[in-house]
């Protein structure tokens, strides 16, 4: 499948009557006795760990593991609802450097709830906190000894006249900005994730999301739901592969024990196994 392009924010838009997303925080399993490699990811909803009383909404740090070695280990800190703001101000990101070992991979994305100046607590202006936070992350990781990736914020499904549109605008901008200024690995998600859209097409790429009619008969949206920004499984799926991808050409330790799933056609497991695990 051929990946292109760049994106950006939205509004969330859910339909009335449809329960909201469940941002409930879920522990994460037990550590790994000997890993190989350790990636820890620090993020928002798109990328966290729900039970399955929240499925068919998974995110794509639930299912990277994937397309890795058995052997890595994957700390997945992403928390719903989060910017770079807060994630600083909860205490989450200085959680994350007390997990942080010498030689881990960080994986850093955020940019949806940045941009939101609803609830503008969350808020943060691309070229001033956002650009300042991530600076800031890049090099926190690196005094500790590990190696920081940035990654962009994930495509929202958007289209006009059959074209998937731009949504993140300023905010991947910051992020491919601060990652040429401080010469750390980029993957751009974002752009990855629309030219994905962009070759299934509108009608397929809106299954990647949790976008339903009543007729799909989904349990947890009994009354449908218009959510253009979280991804169900598939859509997990296929994010956590092109992250995967890019991972593993960025000649960093881990990349030699990353095995990237199909960017096609996943199966659909119902919840984060493994497809032969």
Not at 131 to 143: E, I, Q
Request: hydrophobic content about 45%; aromatic content about 6%.
């Amino acid at each position: 499948m051929s990946v292109l392009a760049v994106v950006a924010a939205l509004a969330l838009q859910t339909a009335p009557g449809a329960p909201k997303p469940d941002l409930t925080d879920v522990p994460a399993p037990a550590a790994m006795e000997a890993p190989v490699a350790r990636i820890l990811i620090a993020s928002d909803s798109t990328a966290a760990n729900y039970g399955a009383s929240a499925y068919p909404q998974m995110g794509w740090g639930m299912v990277l593991k994937c397309s890795l070695d058995p052997r890595v280990e994957v700390v997945n800190l992403a928390r719903g609802g989060r910017s770079t703001k807060t994630f600083i101000e909860e205490g989450l990101w200085d959680g994350l450097l007390a997990k942080l070992q010498p030689g881990d991979t960080v994986l850093i994305q955020f940019g949806h709830n940045d941009a939101d100046r609803v609830k503008i607590v969350r808020f943060t202006d691309p070229q001033g906190a956002y650009t300042a936070n991530l600076t800031r992350f890049v090099a926190d990781v690196r005094a500790k000894g590990g190696r920081p990736v940035l990654v962009t914020p994930i495509a929202k499904h958007v289209f006009l006249d059959d074209k998937v549109q731009e949504t993140h605008g300023a905010y991947a901008l910051a992020v491919r900005a601060v990652a040429k200024a401080t010469k750390t690995p980029l993957i751009d998600l974002d752009a990855d994730m629309m030219g994905a859209q962009q070759a299934l097409g509108e009608p397929a790429s809106r299954r990647l999301y949790l976008i339903y009619t009543p007729e799909d008969h989904v349990a947890r949206y009994p009354n449908g739901n218009s959510d253009t920004t979280h991804i169900n499984e598939g859509g997990a799926r296929l994010a956590a592969s092109l992250v995967a991808g890019r991972l593993a050409f960025l000649d960093l330790p881990v990349s030699a024990y990353v095995h990237p799933a199909s960017t096609g056609v996943q199966p659909i497991l119902g919840g984060p196994r493994c497809l032969g695990r």
